[in-house]
């Protein structure tokens, strides 16, 4: 080599020598492009990248083994280089130590071997930048692909935690579709009998507006029938409106003729009877007290005849049930099976009577009750529009509300009365149907009755009249009861008017003590005004009498008073009239204010009441709509 720089020297020019140079260290410093891109350091390796393209494309893991097997080739290739670079060092250095070859030159070349030193030392700089370089480029691939091992040992961690969620996803969502199925056919299911259920529906609906279409029809036809005899019945009427119209002027006529005959008959009456009068006159005189006589005589005998009446139809009825006395008894002397019925004769007279006795005194009760309720309304009307006479009727009030009170207590005692009665009646009632009951069943089931009844002891005949006897006696004891506690009813009431009638003397004499109040006011009123009138006559004496100056001094100042108290007077009683207006006005917004409330009250119930009828009618509208539409029905079907 050294022989080929020396030939190469000595042929040569320095410029040519230094060109060779320079395209020699270029030749060794030439790096593949295609690796340097291949393989960049600069360009980082992130777990982000891995996972997104995890996430973009399916890991090829031959792709990864492929890409293992470049890099392998790639670092044999580095580490050769390396080599090469380090025996080309080697080189270099050996041969700039020697540089015999510009030494032993017979020409001086001293700036050319300078230069070419320069060339040299650049050149193993390069080399040794390329040197570390590469080493640098070796380990840092070392340590990415360490990383590249544990990035994909992680990814593989990775997508092996993947498919497990995936798997355990996939199985919950079977589960869920599963259930969500079965859910949906049940809902399907339920939807399908309501649609057949809601056809059903649509089909008795359509039924049914059929047959209101033929009521409908029917009505229809009656209508216009009914409308034909309307017409017909109007043009009857307007015939016989002016038949009437006719027997109308015919009869107004008849009238007056009938009118005008009467008047003259009248005339010739009262003629005649004036005649009669003017000749009857003097024995009328005689007659008219016998006439008073008979009138009275007349009114007695008519009282005499009522009474008369009475006592016969009392005695018809006394009569009456004497007559089926004796038939009872007459039944149950000759032993027939009516023998019973004539023992309790007396009981079913008594029982009707009391009866009637009891439905007289709740229809009476009930009357009073009306009465009674009806005052109090009246009275509470009353008290609303006289509201200004309230200090005047206080008594008046304290008597009414005691009234009132007594009647209250005395309707509760005779409900009581009434109710215990009519208890008492319903068991007499009962006791003598079973009885009666008892006996026709004995004589229904054994015919030969009639013959075991004649021979009936009078020990069981005595028997059944002590029990009639005392069921007569309870009753009786009732009907004095009964008369007991209208007694005391009726002393209570007493009471009770006794102490309005108290109230009513307080009340009065509390008037009478007022009205004397009232006298002696006036009376000392009138004496005060006749001072007053002496007061001015003294004055006015007192004036005459007296010097002009004093007199017209005095004079001016009662001028001066008098208009101040007769104004003070009218400020009172215009101040006396405000209030009374106040009073009155204050009293109808009062009563204004009442009848609003009770305005507002029925509002609100009437608001209510439509609000109802408009949720009622919206849900027909809305059942209607829903049963009778198919789009109605699909709707209701797709929710």
């Known amino acids: 080599m050294s022989d080929s720089v020396e030939s190469g020297f000595e042929h040569e020019s ?46 090829d893991f031959s792709s990864l083994d492929f890409a293992s097997e470049t890099v392998e080739d790639t670092d044999k290739e580095l580490q050769r280089r390396t080599k090469e670079a380090e025996a080309r060092i080697l080189f270099l250095s050996e041969a700039l130590e020697k540089e015999s070859f510009l030494r032993d030159s017979g020409f001086a070349v001293s700036s050319l071997i300078q230069t070419v030193r320069h060339l040299m030392e650049e050149k193993i700089n390069v080399t040794l930048e390329v ?92 209508e216009t029938r009914n409308r034909s005899i309307v017409t017909y019945s109007a043009e009857q009427f307007k015939s016989l409106s002016m038949k009437v119209e006719n027997l109308s002027n015919e009869n107004e006529d008849l009238r007056k003729n009938l009118s005008q005959f009467e008047q003259e008959k009248m005339i010739e009456g009262l003629r005649q009877g004036y005649h009669d009068k003017i000749d009857k006159k003097k024995s009328g005189e005689k007659n008219e007290g016998k006439v008073k006589k008979l009138q009275m005589e007349q009114i007695r005998l008519t009282g005499v005849e009522l009474s008369l009446r009475r006592e016969l139809e009392s005695c018809r009825l006394e009569v009456d049930s004497l007559r089926h006395e004796n038939i009872d008894l007459w039944n149950s002397l000759n032993g027939t099976t009516n023998d019973i019925g004539g023992l309790t004769f007396k009981l079913d007279k008594e029982i009707q009577n009391r009866i009637c006795c009891l439905q007289d005194q709740g229809l009476s009760m009930l009357n009073e009750s009306t009465h009674l309720s009806s005052k109090l309304i009246e009275f509470i009307k009353g008290k609303a529009i006289h509201n200004q006479l309230r200090v005047t009727q206080q008594g008046l009030d304290g008597q009414f509300l005691i009234e009132s009170d007594m009647k209250v207590w005395g309707f509760k005692r005779r409900i009581q009365n009434l109710a215990r009665n009519l208890e008492t009646i319903s068991t007499l009632v009962h006791e003598k149907s079973s009885s009666v009951a008892s006996n026709s069943h004995l004589t229904s089931m054994n015919p030969d009755v009639p013959t075991k009844l004649n021979k009936r002891s009078s020990e069981e005949l005595t028997r059944t009249e002590i029990k009639t006897e005392r069921l007569l006696t309870s009753l009786l004891r009732e009907k004095l009861y009964s008369k007991e506690l209208e007694v005391e009813q009726l002393q209570a009431e007493v009471s009770a008017a006794v102490r309005g009638n108290d109230i009513l003397r307080c009340e009065v004499q509390n008037a009478m003590d007022n009205i004397s109040c009232l006298t002696h006011r006036l009376k000392d009123l009138g004496l005060q005004m006749l001072k007053k009138d002496e007061n001015e006559i003294c004055i006015w004496n007192d004036l005459q009498e007296s010097n002009m100056s004093g007199i017209t001094k005095e004079l001016a100042i009662l001028r001066g008073v008098l208009p101040m108290v007769s104004q003070e007077r009218d400020l009172t009683w215009e101040e006396v009239k405000q209030y009374a207006e106040k009073n009155m006005v204050l009293n109808s917004e009062i009563n204004a204010l009442k009848k609003i409330e009770g305005l507002d009250d029925d509002i609100l119930l009437k608001e209510g009441q439509i609000t109802i009828l408009k949720d009622t009618l919206n849900n027909n509208n809305k059942s209607i709509d829903l049963l009778g539409s198919v789009d109605s029905i699909s709707e209701f079907l797709l929710q």
């Not at 060779?20 to 600069?42: M, W, Y």
């Open 131 to 222: 040197l570390e370089l590469l080493r640098s480029r070796i380990a840092d691939r070392a340590c990415a692909r360490q990383e590249l091992r544990m990035v994909r040992a992680e990814f593989e961690l990775q997508t092996k935690k993947i498919e497990k969620e995936k798997h355990v996803i996939k199985l919950g969502l079977e589960k869920e579709l599963d259930r969500r199925l079965s859910d949906w056919s049940l809902k399907l299911e339920k939807y399908q009998s309501e649609e057949q259920r809601l056809r059903e529906r649509a089909r008795e609906l359509v039924e049914h507006n059929v047959s209101l279409q033929r009521e409908v029809s029917t009505f229809n036809e009656k």
């Open 14 to 59: 320095p410029q040519m020598i230094k060109k060779n140079v320079i395209g020699r260290l270029s030749q060794t410093h030439a790096i593949p492009i295609s690796s340097s891109k291949e393989f960049d350091c600069c360009i980082p390796i992130t777990t982000e990248g891995l996972y997104d393209g995890c996430l973009n494309r399916c890991p």
